[in-house]
């Protein structure tokens, strides 16, 4: 065990937050803004978002379709496109050899950026390869000029890669509809890997695959983690997957984060109504007690309602909850939540 | 109608084949290999097809819903063999009594029309409803099985409602023609994890106050845990495993069933000294 290794055993999450982390976001918000016969409709997908991203650690993001997960990934990786624009707030990546702030840099200095020190393992890796090219060609097409080594150096490189990831070079020469589901995510990952980045973002990677294939495919992003001691954020509505992969977890409700802490602490002492739902509503085998699903819907974002945005569905909502937005709590540990009923202490 | 005894819907030995790949290059490909079971008609139940993609699991859908013929074996609904089915009458018969519910509600409705429409034309094809207000009528009653109502649902298209609620509406559609069978192919694979206790919580219902059968089609062994009575474990078109649905998942005989279970992520966090199980996993594999 190395020193840095033992460092990390004996602390896995440090109380105070270092100088540096990975990834700083800071107040984030980004509306999708609308403009037709002059009727302006904002649909607040990212609203007030401050979270940190340590050096080496895999943080999870979860909430319901609809509550701004990917559009939050989608403005820190600095891939928005209008109508989504950032209205307010920082994006601070920390890649060690260079510091950026995301939002101040130029359109090519962002595409510099991308894919040598910033990944993005997309979802349903059907539709990322290129159908009518080889393997090869889409790792040419894309690493090659990241990489800035001549072709056949290039090419060892990516076959070391894919043996590193337990992928017989063979693949380089398929088409995409060769390969199965699983085996076309784990090349979509070891393309998004080949570059080494020192942060990735993956959105859903394992929901379209069933649970063999899924498992191995978790596996294959934990061991890429370790190697390359990258740090990941790691989206996806499947709360399981977060409590076998990730360190620290967000939970998102309609554009908001409502809660984050240690992944563990999360699960045992679950403090925010929603959080707690997530986690009691999860069928598990060997457990037939009913459950209950949460009632309602996900708020509108053009139109969220007032106050808390989970006060409609909320069983324990109070007066204060309809008027005034619970601001953000920490609780020691790392533990952060947004709840009135918890800064009133009306439920522990 | 078939008598209390009777089998509800008897699948015997049905087999399927396809042929794939040019003329020199014939390749069979058995989807489903010599599957059996019976529902019966007096006790309503949940029976669960588990298996991975390609396992033929939505094959057999197919043919029970009579959209298929099975290349050998029958299968009977009600004592009516399915491939005796043939009058536009009798199907229509047929197909008021099962029912089916897709896997993503987003594409089972048309973007274009209004989902209102869906049930109208259920209610129109398959009950007495002829006039606005019977057709209405019989949405609304529908709905409301689901915990829904149409004054919420009316004029709205599909991408003016969530997954969630896209899926009770295409539940609530299937229950119009009042069927004695659902036959669900992955109904909660594309709905959000909260949302998914709350349509297995409906399946329940359905069985337990409508005394409607159901074939719940997944590959998610929790869920299955949780609403099953029986359940079949499909491999490469075979049955390797079936039973009650409890004692096979606590306790899986056949390889291929414990490999599903050892996959299944668990949803409860290690403790702090143990490692997590992907990682155990790897441990393991690397001794």
């Known amino acids: 065990m190395t020193l840095h290794q033992l460092n990390n055993h004996l602390n896995p999450a440090p109380e105070a937050l270092p100088a540096s982390p990975a990834l700083r976001v800071d107040g984030l918000k980004a509306y999708y803004q609308t403009r037709w016969f002059g009727i302006t409709r904002e649909v607040r997908a990212v609203d007030d978002i401050t979270l940190r991203i340590e050096h080496d650690e895999i943080y999870g993001i979860a909430g319901e379709s609809s509550s701004g997960k990917s559009s939050l990934i989608k403005t820190i990786a600095g891939a928005i496109r209008p109508p989504l624009n950032v209205v307010g707030g920082t994006v601070n990546f920390d890649f060690g050899t260079r510091k950026v702030d995301l939002y101040t840099l130029k359109p090519e200095e962002r595409t510099a950026i991308r894919w040598k020190h910033l990944a993005y393992i997309m979802q349903g890796s059907m539709s990322v390869l290129n159908p009518l090219r080889r393997v090869r060609q889409s790792f040419i097409d894309f690493a090659f000029r990241h990489m800035g080594m001549p072709m056949p150096a290039f090419l060892k490189a990516v076959e070391d890669h894919l043996l590193r990831l337990h992928l017989q070079p063979g693949v380089l020469d398929s088409y995409p509809h060769e390969l199965s589901g699983g085996m076309r995510q784990r090349v979509v990952i070891a393309l998004a890997t080949v570059c080494r980045p020192g942060f990735i973002i993956a959105d859903e990677p394992t929901t379209a695959l069933d649970v063999v294939v899924q498992k191995s495919v978790l596996t294959m992003i934990r061991e890429v983690q370790r190697e390359m001691r990258a740090s990941i954020l790691f989206v996806t509505h499947d709360m399981a997957v977060h409590a076998n992969l990730t360190d620290r977890l967000g939970i998102m409700y309609a554009g908001r984060l409502v809660e984050e802490g240690r992944t563990r602490d999360l699960f045992r002492n679950p403090r925010h109504p929603y959080t707690l739902h997530l986690i009691r509503s999860l069928p598990r085998i060997g457990d037939a007690e009913p459950r209950q699903g949460l009632e309602g819907t996900p708020p509108n974002l053009a139109d969220p309602p007032p106050g808390c945005r989970f006060h409609p569905r909320c069983p324990i909502a109070m007066d204060v909850c309809r008027v005034m937005v619970p601001p953000m709590q920490a609780l020691g540990g790392g533990h952060r939540v947004a709840c009135h009923a918890v800064t009133e202490g009306t439920v522990q | ?287």
Not at chain 2, 226 to 251: P, T
């Open chain 2, 1 to 287: 109608m078939s008598g209390a005894d009777t089998a509800l819907l008897d699948v015997r030995g049905v087999s399927r084949s396809f042929w794939t790949g040019g003329l020199l290059s014939r390749r069979r490909i058995d989807a489903v290999k010599d599957v059996s079971f019976t529902l019966t008609d007096a006790r309503p139940e949940i029976f669960t097809i588990i298996g991975e993609s390609g396992s033929g699991k939505s094959t057999l859908a197919r043919m029970i819903l009579n959209g298929m013929n099975p290349t050998s074996g029958s299968i009977a609904f009600g004592g009516e063999e399915l491939t005796t089915i043939r009058k536009t009458r009798d199907r229509m018969r047929f197909m008021s009594r099962v029912q089916p519910i897709f896997q993503n509600p987003f594409e089972s409705f048309n973007p274009l029309s209004k989902v209102d429409r869906y049930l109208t034309m259920t209610a129109r094809n398959f009950t007495e409803a002829r006039s606005r207000a019977e057709t209405d009528d019989a949405s609304d009653r529908a709905l409301r099985k689901v915990g829904l109502s149409l004054a919420e649902v009316k004029d709205r298209f599909p991408h003016e409602l969530s997954g969630g609620q896209l899926q009770r509406i295409a539940i609530a559609r299937a229950l119009i023609p009042g069927p004695r069978l659902i036959v669900a192919d992955e109904p909660v694979s594309m709905v959000d994890a909260s949302l998914r206790v709350a349509i297995v919580n409906l399946f329940k219902d359905l069985r337990d106050e409508l005394k409607v059968s159901i074939i719940y089609i997944t590959h998610d062994l929790a869920t299955a845990y949780y609403i099953s009575d029986r359940i079949i474990i499909m491999r490469k078109g075979e049955v390797v495993e079936s039973g009650d649905a409890r004692a096979v998942l606590d306790n899986p005989q056949h390889p291929y069933s414990i490999l599903l279970k050892d996959s299944v992520l668990s949803p409860d966090v290690p403790d702090d000294d143990e490692p997590k199980t992907i990682e155990r996993d790897r441990a393991a594999r690397s001794h």
